[in-house]
């Protein structure tokens, strides 16, 4: 069972940027497809981007879509979620979220096709 951690949440100014990365214990990170979620406080938690498990293929929500780019190293058995242009409006706990799935080269985009999930990362930005 893969454990992921993630990291780089703070506090920051709108029109800032952020890199959160997501570190995962399975040395064959590899076999999962990756995404990163948000929820902000009293909302449903909610899709941000997705890759697969090669790294090929991407896609995002459209609200993120040329601000936000999702990518990943598997040697180094992380995925990161580089935010720029950051509005009050991405506050939010980002969370981590990893699944076998059986396509290799599909992106998953729905909560439920996810397994594994990391404990989140808080993202504030002020206006």
């Known amino acids: 069972q893969v454990q992921l951690v993630e990291s780089g949440g703070r506090l920051v100014q709108a029109g800032g940027s952020l890199r959160l990365s997501c570190a995962a214990s399975?040395?064959?990170?590899?076999?999962?497809?990756m995404g990163w979620f948000r929820q902000a406080p009293g909302k449903a938690r909610e899709f941000v981007a997705a890759?697969?498990?090669?790294?090929?293929?991407?896609y995002y929500t459209d609200s993120v879509k040329g601000r936000f780019t999702i990518s990943r190293d598997n040697t180094k058995n992380t995925v990161w979620l580089q935010m720029n242009s950051l509005q009050p409006e991405d506050t939010a706990v980002y969370y981590c979220?990893?699944?076998?799935?059986?396509?290799?080269?599909?992106?998953?985009?729905?909560?439920?096709?996810?397994?594994?999930w990391g404990q989140g990362t808080q993202v504030t930005v002020s206006s």
């Open positions: 979220a990893a699944t076998l799935g059986s396509d290799r080269y599909r992106v998953y985009t729905s909560l439920v096709n996810y397994d594994y």
């Open positions: 399975e040395r064959t990170f590899s076999i999962y497809a």
């Open positions: 890759i697969n498990k090669s790294g090929g293929g991407t």
